[in-house]
């Protein structure tokens, strides 16, 4: 996605995919910082930690919390803060990492986008409380939806985000726990559906699909999870985490570069990778 926006655009830029372990994060952060480079994404289960590793966090990171973008930005003796870019011919004196998070308005324009799926006043059943499930409920919540059900496999985790929301957006009604009635939106924030073996996140005993009239899957490899197969089966409108993935990246894309971001060349590279096409 990243790479076929740089071809795109011309740069000389490249995207690598590194795998580190959660205890290795704050050195993997350092040696990226060390090394130079314009930035990093962070995906499950760095999203949480990173809030703690970064030298200054966005107000996009702060209300959410959690870190998926990095940008290193540096100074000199003459200038203020600016991301590396912008220092090419410049040794900085200084170079920091600036924390933010893409994901709140990537699943939102998703949902708009894929579900034709506009928030407020609704009914959103969420499950996971992870830093996925964390950002989807608030940025949910922040969208005026009316009523918000939240699910996690640890039920102090999933509190924890219903006394936030409580604070925080008053007038949403939140629990924990699956609603005794119908909900307009499902959404898969877990990681369950990303192994071919891995049970669906959704306890149908509890609640049938045909309760809701759409399902949205941040998971979008593979393209069809086991949830979104039931769903469809049930009758219900349904898209997977594609979208998602390209806005975030859109976003983190323009951070980096100061570039407006060729999203139509990024879903279409994304959508070739998943769908083999």
């Known amino acids: ?31 990226a910082r060390a ?16 809030v703690d590793m970064v030298d200054v966090l966005d107000t996009s990171a702060k209300i959410w919390g959690a870190v998926n973008t990095i940008r290193f930005e540096g100074r000199t003796a003459e200038s203020g803060w600016l991301p590396l870019r912008e220092l090419v011919q410049t040794s900085p004196v200084e170079i920091r990492t ?11 324009n998703a949902l708009r986008e894929d579900l034709k799926f506009e928030p407020r006043g609704k009914k959103v059943l969420l499950l996971g409380a992870g830093g996925a499930g964390r950002t989807a409920a608030l940025k949910l919540a922040a969208e005026h939806v009316a009523e918000l059900f939240l699910v996690n496999r640890t039920f102090a985790k999933a509190k924890e985000i219903e006394t936030e929301i409580r604070k925080q ?32 996140p959704l306890d149908e005993k509890q609640f049938a699909l045909k309760q809701t009239r759409a399902v949205y899957d941040m998971i979008y490899k593979p393209a069809k999870t086991r949830l979104l197969i039931a769903a469809q089966d049930a009758g219900c409108k349904t898209a997977n985490g594609i979208g998602m993935l390209v806005h975030q990246g859109a976003k983190a894309f323009e951070l980096w ?4 971001a060729p999203v139509a060349v990024m879903r279409r590279a994304v959508e070739g990778s998943v769908y083999g096409i």
Request: cysteine-free; aromatic content about 8%.
């Open 35 to 50: 090394m130079g480079l314009a930035g990093l994404n962070l995906t499950v289960p760095h999203k949480l930690l990173a």
């Open 257 to 260: 570069t100061g570039k407006p």
């Open 169 to 200: 957006f008053p007038t949403v009604y939140v629990t924990v726990g699956y609603p005794k009635t119908a909900v307009d939106l499902v959404v898969n924030a877990t990681s369950l559906g990303l192994r071919p073996d891995d049970p669906s």
């Open 98 to 108: 600036h924390g933010f998070n893409t994901d709140a308005d990537g699943l939102a």
């Open 1 to 31: 996605m990243h790479n076929a926006a740089f071809d795109a655009l011309g740069l000389n830029w490249r995207y690598l995919a590194f795998e580190v372990d959660p205890k290795q994060l704050r050195v993997a952060i350092e040696g």
